[in-house]
Each structure stands twice: as structure tokens, then as C-alpha cells.
T-cell receptor, first 112, second 116 residues
Framework: DAKTTQPPSMDCAEGRAANLPCNHS???????VYWYRQIHSQGPQYIIH???NNETNEMASLIITEDRKSSTLILPHATLRDTAVYYC?????????????FGTGTRLQVTL | DAGVTQSPTHLIKTRGQQVTLRCSPK?????VSWYQQALGQGPQFIFQ???????QRGNFPDRFSGHQFPNYSSELNVNALLLGDSALYLC???????????????FGPGTRLTVT
């Protein structure tokens, strides 16, 4: 699976949009971009994933650049409960296993 | 609908001992993966079970072994415990990787293992 690069930490004011970047310059054509988050002492939680097109669900939006070498996770109105470590993962859907390769992620701190 | 459950929540063991951790997947899921998360690090893939067989393995020694039962639940066994095995052990369940559909992984709350 391709390697990802994320800033180690970010701050965001409550109510504002949080934009979390991720670089994945070695991504291959059949690899998807996944985002998970982990709130302190809990298991990681799936947020969203995409291949080429931008995606949106009830939690967040995922913007993938046209060359697919980077992406941005957008939390439109961050709340204190969004404080967590956010992991960007590149992953293939082919093969017999579907392991997730986590990096160190971005620690997002949402403040009042 | 119960999500992924793990037991026990916390465990304290002594070096050299053996430990067994348990996981029940989310209803409808047939694939279980195990991860180890050391303090301050992201989770690291240990192995994955599907159809009661180990399908893929991460860079972990043979002291780490597992099992999947016909009801899809799974166990992680660690022998000859080392201090460095202290970590949060996470179980994740998903649909079969061969199902051809999107299969995000759902994680349990983890088991905190402390080796003294």
C-alpha cells in the first residue's frame, strides 16, 4: 500500500471547518483513500473513503485532487467531540486481504 | 445491533506468561483483523482471519497466533510475553475481501494489555 504523509497536529476553532490534508504521491490506480479517526482510548472509527471523485457523507467531505496525489478531509462545522487523531490510509480493494496500514496521523484539537 | 466486542477490557500479565484475547465481530461480518497499538503510535496490523484461516500476516513473530471459530469470532494468543507487548490490542471486523463490495473495517474498543 502507498505511503501517506500528514501534519502531526492541527488546531481548529469550534464551529469552523477543519481541513485535514494528506499527501499520497505514490498512490496507484486501484488504491482508495480512506480516512479513520480515533478518539482517545477508543478504537478507530471509519469516516469516509473515495477513489477519484469527491465524496460526502453525514460526517465529512473528501476532496481528492485530479492527479490523486493528495486529498483533504473536511469537517464542515467542527465540534469539541471531533477532537481526535485522524488517519489517512491508502488501500487496495484487490487481493485476499484488506489490511489497513496506519501512519501516525494528525492530532486535531478543536477549541472553544 | 451490537458492534465489535472485545474481552477483557484490561489485562495485566507477567513476562513469560501467555495471554488470550477475544473478539466477536459485528453482525453480518465474516472477516476479523487484529492490530496492536503501542502508546503514541498508529495501529499495526498483526493478521487477518477469514473462513477460519489466517489470510495475511503483518511483521509479528510466531509468538502471536490466532484462531477463528465457525461463528466468525476470533482469538488472539500471545506466548512468552515481553514488556514490549504492552499495548492496546484492537479487533476489526468486515465483510469478506472477496465479496467485491465496499468493506470498511469496524473496530472494537480494544483490550489494554500491560506486561510487568
Amino acid at each position: 500500500d502507498a505511503k501517506t504523509t500528514q501534519p502531526p497536529s492541527m488546531d481548529c476553532a469550534e464551529g469552523r471547518a477543519a481541513n485535514l490534508p494528506c499527501n499520497h504521491s505514490t498512490i496507484s490506480g486501484n488504491e482508495y483513500v480512506y480516512w479513520y479517526r480515533q478518539i482517545h482510548s477508543q478504537g478507530p472509527q471509519y469516516i469516509i473513503h473515495g477513489l477519484k471523485n469527491n465524496e460526502t457523507n453525514e460526517m465529512a467531505s473528501l476532496i481528492i485532487t485530479e492527479d490523486r496525489k493528495s486529498s483533504t478531509l473536511i469537517l464542515p462545522h467542527a465540534t469539541l467531540r471531533d477532537t481526535a487523531v485522524y488517519y489517512c490510509i491508502v488501500r487496495s480493494h484487490t487481493g485476499t486481504a484488506s489490511k489497513l496500514t496506519f501512519g501516525t496521523g494528525t492530532r486535531l484539537q478543536v477549541t472553544l | 445491533d451490537a458492534g465489535v466486542t472485545q474481552s477483557p477490557t484490561h489485562l495485566i500479565k507477567t513476562r513469560g506468561q501467555q495471554v488470550t484475547l477475544r473478539c466477536s465481530p459485528k453482525s453480518g461480518h465474516d472477516t476479523v483483523s487484529w492490530y496492536q497499538q503501542a502508546l503514541g503510535q498508529g495501529p499495526q496490523f498483526i493478521f487477518q482471519y477469514y473462513e477460519e484461516e489466517e489470510r495475511q500476516r503483518g511483521n509479528f513473530p510466531d509468538r502471536f497466533s490466532g484462531h477463528q471459530f465457525p461463528n466468525y469470532s476470533s482469538e488472539l494468543n500471545v506466548n512468552a510475553l515481553l514488556l514490549g507487548d504492552s499495548a492496546l490490542y484492537l479487533c476489526a471486523s468486515s465483510n469478506s475481501p472477496l465479496a467485491g463490495v465496499s468493506y470498511e473495517q469496524y473496530f472494537g474498543p480494544g483490550t489494554r494489555l500491560t506486561v510487568t
